[in-house]
């Protein structure tokens, strides 16, 4: 249903929606109809542009072997049977739990059909009427599950994940007071960097609080780290606990397949009691329509992928991104991009030419995530470029020559 016609003025009006509002309706990189993809390639009306706004990092959306696995899913199961879960589970599901638990090498392992839900409805379940501490750049998804968990009684604290000693005195001063969970991201989806996990993971133990990790992006890139990894992304792409060396113990993971593994579902790595928990108390499990079968014959046949050539991927996607980063660096550009992922965030030197260096990209044919304010405050608006396994080095080639005269321009920030 459409908000009734009366009220739209004044929700366009409000000062925290009007700047994106703004940029909804006036940047060709927002809000876009786009008429044909071929890979990283894309068309709107006649002008092609290439994507860097796709976080399909390993190309899975358009690898055959995974694209073959649709159809005789679909012909077994429906398009979609509209099972809630509690009343009926596809065989996929429990197949797909199992073999990600064996991946993760979580104690157990539970499906639902995004992140956003799993925020939304979970949180508030792990919280109860005790605490909530929310990291202050936490994904808003996240922010807005410890928004529903104060609505339903706990209260809600902003940390800093670079400050552990601070929380450690928050989780102390809220002792014996009902339980205390600290919610977080892996990998940011906006600077590409993730927090010193063993250390706020350790200061989560001590004091008995939960640590919940969003890690939506770093699962299937980021994996555990050997002496015969591929590179630096490490193996497997097991996500941010195996990646630091974590173990499962007093962390709850959240991931997501809308990224890497380009299908809709999502999932928790988790303690089977609170699983089986969760299944009747977290509304998406009781009452949200399935991911399609489509998603779940995808995350199946990616799951194999990646088994058999998920690291030759990540080492090829290392390597674009490298030719991005490197040459961030020597045009002496500011980027928070610090940990080699292939999320490469780049701010102007004046946040006013956001417009015209837009317009100038698409210009050239490069589409990007435009980071503006509020998305991001104001001394970080600018752009992102996400590198996937499917952009060729014809593609880089591109990026970085418009981001050499993006930079001769002075539209660019430059490192202090
Ligand atoms: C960190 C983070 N969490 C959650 C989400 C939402 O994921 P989903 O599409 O599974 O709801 C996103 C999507 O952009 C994200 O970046």
Same mark, same amino acid.
């Given at each position: 249903?459409?908000?009734?016609?009366?009220?739209?003025?004044?929700?366009?009006?409000?000062?925290?929606?009007?700047?994106?509002?703004?940029?909804?309706?006036?940047?060709?990189?927002?809000?876009?109809?786009?008429?044909?993809?071929?890979?990283?390639?894309?068309?709107?009306?006649?002008?092609?542009?290439?994507?860097?706004?796709?976080?399909?990092?390993?190309?899975?959306?358009?690898?055959?072997?995974?694209?073959?696995?649709?159809?005789?899913?679909?012909?077994?199961?429906?398009?979609?049977?509209?099972?809630?879960?509690?009343?009926?589970?596809? !065989?996929?599901?429990?197949?797909?739990?199992?073999?990600?638990?064996?991946?993760?090498?979580?104690?157990?392992?539970?499906?639902?059909?995004?992140?956003?839900?799993?925020?939304?409805?979970?949180?508030?379940?792990?919280?109860?009427?005790?605490?909530?501490?929310?990291?202050?750049?936490?994904?808003?998804?996240?922010?807005?599950?410890?928004?529903?968990?104060?609505?339903?009684?706990?209260?809600?604290?902003?940390?800093?994940?670079? !400050?552990?000693?601070?929380?450690?005195?928050?989780?102390?001063?809220?002792?014996?007071?009902?339980?205390?969970?600290?919610?977080?991201?892996?990998?940011?989806?906006?600077?590409?960097?993730?927090?010193?996990?063993?250390?706020?993971?350790?200061?989560?133990?001590?004091?008995?609080?939960?640590?919940?990790?969003?890690?939506?992006?770093?699962?299937?890139?980021?994996?555990?780290?050997?002496?015969?990894?591929?590179?630096?992304?490490?193996?497997?792409?097991?996500?941010?606990?195996?990646?630091?060396?974590?173990?499962?113990?007093?962390?709850?993971?959240?991931?997501?397949?809308?990224?890497?593994?380009?299908?809709?579902?999502?999932?928790?790595?988790?303690?089977?009691?609170?699983?089986?928990?969760?299944?009747?108390?977290?509304?998406?499990?009781?009452?949200?329509?399935?991911?399609?079968?489509?998603?779940?014959?995808?995350?199946?046949?990616?799951?194999?992928?990646?088994?058999?050539?998920?690291?030759?991927?990540?080492?090829?996607?290392?390597?674009?991104?490298?030719?991005?980063?490197?040459?961030?660096?020597?045009?002496?550009?500011?980027?928070?991009?610090?940990?080699?992922?292939?999320?490469?965030?780049?701010?102007?030197?004046?946040?006013?030419?956001?417009?015209?260096?837009?317009?100038?990209?698409?210009? !050239?044919?490069?589409?990007?995530?435009?980071?503006?304010?509020?998305?991001?405050? !104001?001394?970080?608006?600018?752009?992102?470029?996400?590198?996937?396994?499917?952009?060729?080095?014809?593609?880089?080639?591109?990026?970085?020559?418009?981001?050499?005269?993006?930079?001769?321009?002075?539209?660019?920030?430059?490192?202090?």
């Amino acid at each position: 249903m459409h908000a009734p016609a009366a009220e739209l003025p004044a929700v366009l009006s409000d000062p925290r929606w009007r700047d994106l509002e703004r940029l909804r309706r006036t940047s060709p990189m927002s809000d876009a109809v786009l008429d044909e993809v071929r890979g990283r390639h894309i068309r709107s009306g006649d002008h092609w542009l290439i994507d860097f706004a796709s976080c399909n990092y390993l190309g899975f959306d358009w690898d055959p072997e995974i694209i073959a696995a649709i159809e005789p899913a679909v012909r077994r199961w429906g398009t979609h049977p509209s099972w809630s879960r509690l009343i009926g589970n596809p !065989r996929l599901y429990p197949e797909i739990e199992e073999r990600l638990t064996a991946l993760l090498g979580a104690p157990d392992t539970l499906l639902l059909p995004t992140a956003t839900l799993i925020h939304a409805s979970v949180i508030p379940v792990l919280a109860d009427e005790g605490h909530v501490f929310v990291e202050a750049r936490a994904h808003k998804t996240v922010y807005d599950g410890c928004v529903a968990a104060r609505a339903r009684g706990a209260t809600l604290t902003r940390f800093r994940a670079d !400050r552990p000693d601070e929380l450690d005195s928050l989780l102390g001063a809220a002792d014996g007071t009902g339980p205390r969970l600290v919610c977080l991201d892996g990998v940011d989806s906006m600077t590409g960097n993730s927090p010193d996990l063993p250390l706020l993971a350790r200061v989560c133990r001590e004091r008995g609080a939960t640590l919940y990790v969003d890690d939506t992006h770093g699962f299937g890139v980021i994996g555990e780290r050997s002496q015969s990894e591929p590179c630096p992304y490490g193996s497997r792409g097991n996500s941010v606990v195996r990646h630091t060396g974590e173990s499962y113990d007093g962390i709850v993971l959240v991931g997501g397949f809308s990224k890497a593994y380009s299908s809709l579902l999502a999932f928790l790595a988790l303690p089977t009691p609170l699983k089986d928990r969760l299944k009747v108390a977290a509304g998406p499990y009781l009452y949200s329509g399935p991911s399609p079968t489509a998603s779940l014959a995808t995350v199946l046949a990616g799951l194999d992928v990646n088994e058999r050539r998920g690291d030759e991927i990540r080492a090829d996607l290392y390597r674009k991104t490298l030719r991005v980063v490197e040459h961030v660096h020597a045009l002496g550009l500011d980027t928070p991009c610090e940990q080699g992922f292939p999320i490469v965030e780049l701010p102007l030197a004046d946040d006013g030419d956001l417009d015209e260096v837009v317009r100038l990209l698409w210009d !050239r044919g490069i589409y990007v995530t435009v980071a503006a304010y509020p998305l991001v405050p !104001r001394d970080r608006v600018g752009f992102r470029a996400q590198i996937t396994a499917l952009n060729s080095d014809e593609d880089i080639d591109r990026l970085d020559d418009t981001l050499t005269l993006l930079a001769e321009r002075g539209a660019l920030r430059l490192k202090r």
